[in-house]
């Protein structure tokens, strides 16, 4: 029951079926049949009961005199309206030519069912409606139909045609003998029945809107814990967190959330609790539990390992705290916790920031996961992330994405230059970025609400020139200013002149972080932290110690950091070249590598161009 019941309507889909019951013999019912629905019950208290129920009340009470449902399990049964006697519906079986068994209800094939509908919609006396519940399930395929199917349903459309209404009442109202199909999708049905048939009317039902959640609310959160002692305020306050973060859901999502409150102790003033642990299906919240000497100390954790780009660690920190306090968050509860596009030179850090954040809030790795979006060029790519829809290979399969955040809903999420997706893939993640939500091939809905969504690209680094040439948008010789600048501007033109969607960017806002060149001072911090794991940990498995002079190390670090474009992981790619080769082939050529303690005394080009190390055993 509810405490809005001075303002309730009933839902569209009622309106207009009885709009149309004395204009149109039969009807299809196509949507959210599966849900409840809203109805005012007996005493005038708004209530939600199962789709047929309502519909045997709204016929009921329009002036039918019996209401029957056939389904392909429980065949024929009568469906009472709220007072009426069940012998009266009962009866409406046995004057079709049904015999109820002692359930009251009549197996029927699909053939039988053909047969009693055309008796039902001739029969004569007191009009008699026909639900036909589970209609999708009468066929196998809607465009390629068994003999018996086909059958069935040419008697219906003929029938749709030859039914006669008839008057009755005072004052006389045309009837029919209805028969309402309901189905979960409107191409269920064969196109050759519904499509262009005067006689049949399609009639949606959607989804709960906010009106509707909040008719319902009260009488549910009434069951939580403290809801009726609670000011008035609190109470409203609930109320609308539990309406906002419903978005989208049903009402038995409602009734469920609410139960499941109740079975976990679950207090009406933490409903939003409920709706998450609902929605990811997990009890605890590993975001309330990150402790907040973690995030205050993060600056030090993520400046150790992502060096020279200080202004995106204080801006991705600034993210993170928002996400672990709340504030600012969404009333809707379903956008992720955070969303940052990180843009700049390859090899400066974006990466490794995604997995060092992820470190740094669920304790390890564990929860990255990176999809590399340079495999989802082609057009039909989408599919892998959501899942091809039914009929299609792979359907049994799920999508990468959904299914991975379906198994870990609390994690870190990079899309990976995001610039080489296929347009119809950026529709998703606009879809991921305002309402939290993506619905796999399967028609599951997946929710991102607890998620940290990283997208990376190199965008703005280059630029196309008229003749489709590529040319250095901006250098390392840039100062930074001018390189945030240029590449920001690049950004927003890829997105709004080539890719048409400046959607995406308006949702990201300000979290666009423009990353620097790695720069020399910070280029000779990276080598000396690489030269010194590589000389810690030369030979792991062997007791072998190196060491190196500092001429050598100059000479090394020329060689590395000449050529800083390619910026951290150039200077990785340029130590394994000068460093760790020639050391690997220095010790390989000593011999015994028990309890060797050696130094490097000489970086030199050997006459084939192929560095070398010069080695003293200490």
């Known amino acids: 029951m509810s405490d809005l019941n001075s303002s309730y309507e009933a839902p569209r889909w009622v309106r207009d079926l009885v709009r149309f019951l004395h204009l149109k013999p039969q009807f299809v019912l196509s949507g959210n049949v599966r849900d409840y629905q809203l109805t005012r019950a007996a005493g005038g208290q708004v209530t939600a009961m199962p789709l047929v129920s309502v519909l045997a009340k709204e016929l009921i009470d329009d002036g039918y005199t019996a209401v029957l449902s056939y389904d392909p399990v429980n065949g024929f049964q009568a469906v009472p309206g709220p007072g009426q006697d069940l012998s009266v519906a009962a009866a409406a079986l046995t004057s079709v030519g049904l015999t109820p068994g002692a359930n009251g209800k009549a197996a029927a094939s699909l053939d039988l069912f053909a047969e009693t509908l055309e008796r039902l919609v001739t029969a004569p006396g007191g009009p008699v ?108 306050s609930a109320l609308d967190a539990f309406v906002d973060q419903t978005e989208g859901l049903l009402l038995l999502d409602m009734m469920a959330i609410v139960d499941l409150g109740r079975s976990e102790g679950v207090p009406f003033s933490s409903v939003g609790d409920a709706v998450r642990r609902y929605k990811v299906g997990v009890t605890e919240d590993p975001w309330s539990r990150i402790p907040l000497e973690k995030v205050r100390g993060g600056d030090e954790f993520l400046r150790s390992r992502v060096r020279g780009q200080d202004h995106a660690v204080t801006h991705i920190l600034d993210i993170v705290k928002r996400a672990v306090t709340g504030v600012g968050a969404p009333r809707r509860g ?98 991921i970025l305002d309402d939290g939500v993506l619905t796999s091939g399967r028609g599951d809905r997946v929710y991102f609400s607890e998620s940290f969504i990283i997208f990376t690209s190199n965008l703005g680094i280059f630029r196309s020139e008229v003749d489709g040439s590529r040319v250095a948008n901006v250098t390392p010789d840039d100062p930074f200013e001018h390189v945030r600048t240029q590449v920001r501007s ?71 950091l000449a050529d800083l474009s390619n910026g951290g992981r150039g200077i990785r790619n340029k130590v394994e070249t000068h460093l760790i080769n020639p050391l690997a082939r220095a010790l390989f050529d000593l011999g015994s590598l028990s309890d060797v303690t050696v130094r490097i005394e000489r970086v030199f080009s050997r006459p084939d161009g192929v560095t070398a190390l010069e080695l003293a055993r200490a």
Request: contains cysteine.
């Open 129 to 236: 409606a026909l639900v036909a519940d589970f209609a999708s399930r009468l066929l196998s395929r809607a465009d390629h139909l068994s003999p018996a199917e086909h059958a069935a349903f040419t008697r219906a459309l003929v029938l749709s045609h030859q039914a006669a209404a008839k008057p009755v009442g005072e004052p006389a109202r045309r009837f029919w003998n209805t028969v309402v199909w309901i189905a979960e999708k409107e191409g269920d049905l064969p196109d050759w029945f519904l499509v262009g048939n005067p006689k049949v009317r399609h009639i949606p039902v959607a989804k709960p809107d906010s009106r509707t959640r909040r008719t319902l609310a009260p009488s549910l959160l009434r069951r939580l814990d403290g809801f009726r002692t609670a000011t008035e305020q609190d109470a409203k």
């Open 334 to 431: 379903n956008r992720p916790r955070g969303v940052a596009f990180l843009a700049g030179p390859t090899g400066v850090g974006k990466t490794e920031l995604a997995k060092t954040l992820t470190r740094l809030l669920f304790g390890d790795e564990g929860a990255y996961i990176r999809f590399d979006m340079s495999e989802f060029s082609a057009e039909h790519s989408d599919q892998r992330l959501i899942g091809a829809p039914p009929g299609y290979v792979g359907y049994d399969v799920g999508g990468e994405l959904t299914n991975a955040i379906r198994e870990k809903p609390f994690s870190v999420v990079l899309f990976d230059e995001i610039e080489k997706a296929h347009p119809r893939i950026l529709d998703k993640f606009l879809q």
């Open 490 to 560: 690049e950004i927003e033109r890829h997105f709004k002149l080539t890719l048409n969607r400046p959607e995406i960017l308006n949702r990201i806002g300000d979290n666009v972080l423009v990353f620097d060149f790695i720069r020399r001072d910070v280029a000779n911090d990276i080598f000396d932290m690489m030269v010194a794991d590589v000389l810690r940990d030369a030979v792991p498995s062997r007791d072998v110690t190196v060491s190196i002079a500092q001429d050598a190390l100059e000479a090394l670090r020329e060689l590395c």
